[in-house]
């Protein structure tokens, strides 16, 4: 009983929940005891390095689009800035709701380019839209890169209706 009792005092007094003295549990460095102590250890971690930029072309990827946003919405304003060649927002198989992003294709760089500067961080059905270059999709895992030279480009779209 007395064993018992004792027990019971240990696991409920103040030195058992607190941390034993510095002295006998000392870190092993003074930077490890900063690192452990300051208020950066509690902080989120920094952000990655930024990817860098894609190298020019003419498709460009917009992302933040809002969900009402359709293909023919995003040809239309993009298509202030040169000759859309084709316009596509990516969406979910199931609702067919935008997924938030698309690409648009331009005929020329400097259309791409144009269309780019003209419309990122611009508004787009009440949204702030962000255009970039389109970075190329990497080959599937066992194919070749004979392949991957040796397939067709892909075609022009037409326009959607009305847009001539």
């Known amino acids: 009983m007395a064993a018992a009792r004792a027990g019971l005092r240990r696991l409920f007094s103040i030195s058992a929940i607190s941390p034993p003295p510095l002295a006998a549990a ?6 490890e005891f900063r690192r ?7 902080s989120p971690p920094l952000p990655a390095a930024a990817r860098p930029a894609a ?17 023919e919405g995003l040809w239309e304003a993009f298509s202030k800035f040169g000759q859309v060649v084709h316009a596509r927002v990516v969406t979910d198989r199931v609702s067919g709701y935008s997924k938030g992003f698309g690409f ?11 269309g780019m500067k003209g419309m ?10 962000f255009a970039e270059y389109a970075r190329p999709r990497p080959p599937p895992p066992g194919q070749t890169q004979l392949q991957t030279a040796a397939a067709p480009p892909p075609q022009a779209m037409e326009p959607p209706a009305g847009h001539q």
């Open 104 to 114: 648009v294709r331009y005929a020329t760089l400097e259309e791409a380019e144009a």
């Open 55 to 71: 190298e020019p072309s003419t498709n460009l990827f917009v992302s933040g689009l809002n969900k009402g946003t359709t293909s």
């Open 26 to 31: 000392a870190p092993a460095s003074e930077s």
């Open 120 to 129: 990122d961080g611009k508004f787009l059905d009440g949204w702030v839209i």
């Open 36 to 42: 452990l102590f300051s208020i950066s250890a509690f």
